[in-house]
């Protein structure tokens, strides 16, 4: 599907880092973006910048994400385009004794079920209101394609690290999901891919020390640095503009694979 000015898309956690990276990166090509986000302040911002519109919405809601794509389709119309980035992380080990008095804790049940609810369920809850949008489409091509969506995971997924076993679940079930849904919806011509993004040079990664990102970066095997958000924008606009991609999981980590610490 190629990404032209008749292209309305979506983008959650669209206001820093990868998000930001890909609303630009579809703006450039054209394409009308609505940012997701909880952050307005960064949100409106980028959305003016970019000729777009901002939605404050918090995937964990219903009736925010259902306001969010009315907003959005009323300004652009329906969204061929989704691209999920919105997330959040915790480190807690599931239990754990601590170095002062040997007294033994667990992870919160309510911080689990938090980052579930945040990367899982409302990437899901994004994905089938926009597919469902997308299905009132007229197709693009002969093929059939009438839009396309783009998830974002981690390495976690596959090598989560000590204290991640609640961010690690949540990327995971975006891994375990990407197929059925492709498959969902292969009739519909919706395609749907997940990318696996290392560690990616974002606003979050900025409040790390020097020192820290500089280990972190020549633990990366090649090239010895941390990914650049625009990197993960040119594939997540491969994947969608390429019509065989479909149903696929793809790290991008420069070939790292994580310790248990």
Known sequence: MEISSNTP?????????????????LAAKGAKVAIFDMNQEKGEALAAELGGVFCKVNVTSDEEVDAGFAKARAAHGQERVLVNCAGIGNAIKTASRSKEDGSIKHFPLSAFEFV????????????AKSAAGMMTL???S???DRGAIVNTASVAAEDGQMGQ??????????????LPIARD???E????????????????MNAAPPQVKDALA???PFPKRLGNPEEYARLALCMIETGYFNGEDVRLDGAIRMAPR
């Open 9 to 25: 898309a979506v983008v959650t956690g669209g206001a820093s880092g990868l998000g930001a990276a890909t609303a630009r990166a």
């Open 218 to 220: 020549a633990s990366v």
């Open 185 to 187: 919806l292969m009739a």
């Open 116 to 127: 579930i609810q945040v990367n899982l369920i409302g990437t899901f809850r994004c994905i």
């Open 142 to 144: 002969e093929d059939g």
């Open 165 to 178: 076993a609640a961010y690690s679940a949540s990327k995971g079930g975006v891994v375990g999901m990407t």
């Open 189 to 204: 011509g919706i395609r749907v891919n997940t990318i696996l993004p290392g560690i990616f040079d974002t606003p979050l």
């Open 138 to 140: 007229d197709p693009l």
